[in-house]
């Protein structure tokens, strides 16, 4: 068998190192485990620790840091009672509240996260079954519109009783 | 049942398509604040949609717990990335619930409360995003999600807020790591809002020179924008590795193709192979195959399966665990050279 580091000499020495508690083993040749003893195992970075770096650092100056800490201080959302200062440390929220009770800290980190702050995709029919709707209606308005200005008036008339249909539903 | 990967197909530079949405309870607090008592009453709920719904679901689908396992049971299901690296480690109520095919399974109380994934073999993501779609609605009719007009899905860590999906190819890309072209391409890629995470997912290394590529906004993208940009990337890297390989036909064929034989005479008799090594052997003769300069008989198994057998909780299960390390790398080395005897 050939050493697992270098590739090119037979392998020697059977190396076992554990780092936390994970145990990592190798075949090396004798050069490739000496240089390797002062060798710390290489972890790739997780998007996810830079996350409590970047909510540490909303504001580039210091000085806005430190109003923005203040204000903070004692903010909890009011149904986990997780605190800003907690989600800060952790990255993580306690409940679904902490949204809401994080809105205006969280704005602009998520907006810096993803380069925009509204949801446009897939939309559960339980929790936002009416903003299906609206959305739905929005979208055959806009083909209805254009279907009169090329004169379909078939599709037309087709267009508009599907929006009646819907928004007969919406007021029920 | 046949899994879904046992599909007879051999697969390019692209092995395998996933599709992860990260959906929450409304009325739980998330995975950080959940109390094992309301963990297990969340996980009971769960698996009664699924398993005790009057559809065709419930015969496909079994619940598998995680926590309390023992750990070579755990690492195994992660080897078959049936569940993440996270779960593995959750020192809570926690567990799984797999399609027979493996192709769907909804790993209950990770970070998320669920997190349901697909996939798919080769580039076909649209199959993995339909699967997971169909899915999320079943469990939707039952469950209230965590959601915001605004915000979309709620999910634990804003990383993942909105359409709560992550998309990920698994690609092939020895000669691009080889030329040492893809560090560049991983950078560029970064600035695009794509992320290359290793083998198992987010802070585990690649192996056998396979990245994983995955979109890392999720917020004010629809799942088809999310998933047309991603694979307009996974194209273009999908290209680059196909120049790389025909620029070292063009330049070093001889050299490459001693390279290649090397290591499938290695694979085919060596008597002792670790992990690593068995992946980097297999990474060689998929390539040498793929490029068509390797004219030997294939192995009866496809790469992915091939893959996944030789790492190490999945061996153990097969062959017993209380080998020494050295058989291990025996038993491995044995099997390996058993799949290419006809």
Redesign the interface.
């Known amino acids: 068998?050939?050493c697992?580091r270098c590739g090119n000499n037979p392998a020697s020495i059977?190396v076992t190192h554990i780092n936390n508690g994970e145990k990592t083993?190798?075949?090396l040749c004798e050069q490739c485990a000496k240089e390797t003893e002062s060798i710390h195992f290489h972890?790739?970075i997780?998007?996810?620790n830079f996350?409590t770096g970047l909510l540490d650092m909303p504001f580039g100056s210091t000085e806005k840091y430190k109003n923005y800490i203040d204000k903070t201080e004692d903010l909890q959302c009011p149904?986990?009672k997780?605190t800003y200062d907690e989600f800060r440390k952790?990255?993580?929220?306690?409940?679904?509240d902490?949204?809401?009770a994080f809105y205006q800290q969280?704005n602009p980190?998520?907006k810096k996260?993803?380069?925009?702050?509204?949801?446009?995709?897939?939309?559960?029919?339980?929790?936002?079954g009416e903003?299906k709707i609206k959305r739905e209606l929005e979208r055959l308005r806009k083909e209805l519109k254009k279907a009169i200005e090329m004169e379909e008036y078939e599709k037309a008339a087709a267009l508009r009783d599907r929006i009646r249909e819907l928004e007969g539903g919406e007021n029920r | 049942m046949k899994k879904w990967y046992e599909e007879n197909l051999d697969t390019d530079i692209v092995v395998s398509s996933r599709i992860r949405l990260a959906r929450?309870y409304?009325k739980?607090?998330?995975?950080?604040?959940l109390s094992t008592s309301d963990a297990e009453k969340m996980i009971e709920e769960t698996r009664k949609v699924l398993l005790e719904g009057n559809t065709i679901l419930s015969k496909e689908f079994e619940y598998i717990p995680v926590f309390g396992r023992n750990p070579i049971d755990k690492r195994a299901l992660m080897e078959s990335h049936v569940i993440s690296p996270e779960l593995v480690k959750k020192t809570a109520p926690c567990g799984v619930l797999l399609k027979n095919d493996e192709s769907i399974s909804i790993m209950i109380n990770e970070?998320d409360h669920l997190r349901i994934q697909s996939v798919a073999l080769g580039m076909n993501m649209e199959k993995a995003w339909d699967l997971a779609?169909k899915i999320?609605?079943v469990l939707?009719?039952s469950i209230?999600?965590?959601?915001?007009?605004?915000?979309?899905?709620?999910?634990?860590?804003?990383?993942n807020?909105?359409?709560g999906?992550r998309a990920s190819y698994m690609m092939h890309l020895p000669a691009l790591e080889w030329s040492g072209q893809l560090q560049n391409i991983l950078y560029a890629i970064g600035k695009l809002?794509i992320?290359v995470?290793?083998l198992y997912g987010?802070?585990?290394?690649a192996e056998g020179s396979l990245y994983q590529i995955s979109n890392?906004?999720?917020?004010?993208?629809?799942?088809k924008e999310?998933i047309e940009n991603l694979n307009n990337i996974a194209l273009q890297i999908a290209e680059q590795e196909k120049q790389m390989r025909e620029q070292i036909l063009r330049e070093k064929k001889e050299i490459f193709k001693d390279k290649i034989y090397r290591s499938y005479g290695t694979l085919r008799y060596?008597r002792?192979?670790?992990t690593?090594?068995a992946m980097t052997l297999l990474s060689d003769i998929k390539l040498g195959f793929d490029m068509g300069i390797l004219n030997e008989a294939r192995p009866m198994i496809s790469f992915y399966e091939f893959m996944m057998y030789v790492q190490p909780a999945i061996l153990q299960k097969r062959v017993g665990t209380d080998l020494s390390?050295q058989e291990r790398d025996m038993q491995r080395a044995a099997f390996i050279r058993s799949q290419f005897e006809r």
């Open positions: 068998m050939l697992e059977h083993e190798m075949y972890t790739p997780s998007f996810q996350l149904n986990c997780m952790i990255g993580r929220f306690g409940c679904a902490c949204y809401s969280l980190i998520i996260l993803h380069g925009n702050n509204a949801h446009t995709g897939k939309l559960p029919n339980r929790a936002a903003l | 929450n409304k739980y607090p998330f995975a950080v604040r970070e779609d999320d609605n939707e009719e209230e999600y965590a959601f915001n007009e605004k915000l979309g899905y709620l999910t634990s860590c804003p990383t807020v909105g359409t999906m809002g992320a995470r290793g987010e802070g585990t290394q890392q906004i999720t917020l004010g993208q629809s799942e999310i060596a002792m192979l670790t690593k090594e390390s």
